[in-house]
Every structure is written in structure tokens, then in C-alpha cells.
């Protein structure tokens, strides 16, 4: 699947307990214009252990699969999460900025 959408946490490094290997896991925000208001949370899990070189609030292009993360919260109710396990999340510039950097050029 891919979804595009702002990064809402900085992304953290992190170690799987079971290999040792690093990735990076971070939040992410997809709005969609029209007709749907309410936008969709995701976390991000990004399987490599490379910076990733992203901030928070910068517009991605999140490729990977889909999961329900499902696990108890702190008050010990069953809660989740959509979590994408992604090979790629690429930085891409908004339509405004691409427009703007052509008009001066």
C-alpha cells in the first residue's frame, strides 16, 4: 500500500527485541480533501537502519504493508493502532513549493 500524509512525531530510532535490529518508527497523519473530514493515524514502522532524514510536519510517501496493532492500553482496555511495516518513506515536496521555486527560476 502507499500513503501520503505529514509526519506528526519525529521518527525514533528503535531495536527489535527478537534480532537486534534497527529501524525507525514515527506517526503519521493522512487527510483527505473532499468529501472525508476526519483524517487517518498510522504508525509507521520503517525497516531499515538508515536515517531517515525526516522531521516532524514534512509531507511523505509512505510505501509498505498494512497491520491492525492490537495490544492493551495503560488503563488495561484493549485498544490499537494502523500500523504500516514500510520499505520506503521518501520526503516529497508540496505542489505549492514546487510551483513557487519554478516562478523564480
Not at 39 to 44: A, E, I, K, L, R
Not at 60 to 69: E, F, M, N, P, Y
Request: glycine share 8%.
Amino acid at each position: 500500500m502507499q500513503a501520503f500524509g505529514n509526519v506528526a512525531t519525529p521518527p525514533v530510532r528503535k531495536e527489535s527485541k527478537t534480532t537486534g535490529k534497527g529501524y525507525y518508527e514515527f506517526r503519521m497523519c493522512e487527510s483527505q480533501r473532499g468529501v472525508d473530514s476526519e483524517p487517518t493515524w498510522y504508525s509507521v514502522r520503517v525497516m531499515r537502519d538508515a536515517n531517515l532524514a525526516l522531521s516532524k510536519g514534512d509531507f511523505v510517501k509512505v510505501t509498505g504493508k498494512l497491520k491492525a496493532d492490537f495490544y492493551l492500553s495503560r488503563e488495561g482496555k484493549p485498544t490499537g493502532t494502523l500500523l504500516i511495516l514500510a520499505f520506503e518513506a521518501a520526503k516529497i515536496a508540496k505542489p505549492a513549493a514546487a510551483s513557487a521555486e519554478s516562478v523564480s527560476a
